[in-house]
């Protein structure tokens, strides 16, 4: 299905009969620290600059990026948001054939296929905990234009271990595929991120986001991390102002707010954690294990399906994300993002009576 996402609260709310401030929403994976205040202030204080045009290449923001990964200007494409990127990389690129790895985010699929690019799907394996198996993937390189994984996957959670990845991105460069690596939640284990091994991989593209470690959707602040050359000729397809005066100022405050970093990468493993525990003594889910931000879970009772849970939670003015649209998912499966323990605890309650 196309453009289907989480957080889709207008008409979450409306199925739920409810205005949107009144829904717990578990469906989009949001940082659930929320807006940093530093964040809060720093769009304050740019508002005066919204009667004039923004920097056209969002500069500050790029030197800013660089320098929080260590990296050149020129290896960094700001942009509205990673989704912008996704367009504008398939429309620069033109691949024919192209590989995804599934479970994956939608808009990949669709743009693709905008782009007349000839789909082939890779799925992941839940018994292989959601990591691509080597022997079977490697061979499935050869011939491709582009290649899409996400790390960590989304929805699933996993994290695919480096010698895998970096083996992935061997045999993509052999085959002279373009990869896409989707690191829209590695802020939450930033070390696991293939930014160091940009400098040999000419063709690899790591997409990034604001969106979910800062709680920022509203503002659409995403980036790609890639060679020079790379970065050149995307710029070359991207119009100018796609990053707001706002979502720069944001972005940049954001990279320096080292407090609420520290404080995301300690809180969410152990609100994950705890919530793990708590779906799992259900006895009815298998909960996936996961590094970033939500939850997979299967539901194991056959008779329950996820629009059915879905529809059972909205009642109760909770939203959860059915996985069905999904390829290599279905209606079996779940997402729940990671909040805090108060709101988790309400969820776990609203449970007890719809499993
Ligand atoms: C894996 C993945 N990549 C990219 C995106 C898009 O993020 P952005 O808000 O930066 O466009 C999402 C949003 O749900 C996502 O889940």
């Known amino acids: ?17 409810v205005t949107p401030e009144r829904l717990l929403d578990f469906s989009a994976s949001i940082n659930p620290l929320g807006l940093s205040p530093a964040v809060e202030a720093a ?48 429309r620069a690129l033109a691949p024919g054939r192209s590989l995804i790895l599934h ?26 905990g959601f990591v691509p198996e080597l022997p079977r993937l490697l061979p499935r390189l050869a011939g491709q234009d582009l290649v899409v994984l996400a790390n960590p996957n989304n929805p699933a959670g996993s994290l695919i271990p480096k010698p895998t990845l970096l083996a992935l991105a061997e045999a993509a460069h052999e085959a002279g595929a373009t990869l896409v690596v989707d690191e829209a939640f590695i802020d939450f284990v930033e070390e696991a991120s293939l930014k160091k091994e940009l400098a ?21 602040v995403g980036y790609a991390l890639a060679s020079a050359e790379l970065v050149a000729r995307l710029s070359r397809w ?56 939500y939850l997979l879970a299967r539901l194991l009772d056959p008779g329950l399906s996820a629009p059915v849970l879905k529809a059972r939670l909205l009642r109760e003015r909770i939203a959860i994300r059915d996985c069905t649209s999904f390829r290599g998912l279905g209606p079996a499966f ?17 449970l007890e009576r719809c499993l």
């Open 1 to 17: 299905m196309r453009h289907a996402h989480g957080g889709d609260l207008r008409r979450l709310a409306m199925a739920a009969g």
């Open 43 to 90: 769009i304050t204080e740019a508002l005066p600059a919204v009667i004039h045009y923004p920097d056209p290449e969002a500069a500050a923001l790029r030197e800013a990026l660089a320098s929080y990964h260590g990296l050149s200007p020129e290896q960094v494409l700001p942009a509205n948001g990673s989704t912008e990127l996704i367009y504008l990389l398939t």
């Open 103 to 128: 479970p994956a985010f939608s808009e990949y699929e669709a743009a693709l296929e905008l782009a007349g690019a000839r789909l082939e799907h890779e799925l992941l394996d839940e018994d292989h």
């Open 200 to 220: 040999h991989f000419p063709r690899l593209v790591l997409l990034r986001s604001l969106t979910k470690c800062f709680a920022l959707p509203g503002l659409r």
């Open 238 to 293: 991207k119009g100018p102002w796609s990053v707001n005066a706002l979502a720069g100022a944001a972005g940049i405050a954001a990279l320096a707010d080292r407090e609420y970093q520290e404080r995301f990468r300690l809180l969410v493993p152990r609100w994950r954690e705890e919530f793990q525990g708590g779906l799992q003594r259900f006895g009815q889910l298998r909960v996936f294990p996961a590094v970033a931000n």
């Open 334 to 350: 779940i997402r729940l993002a990671v909040r805090r323990p108060e709101e988790q605890a309400l969820l776990l309650e609203a």
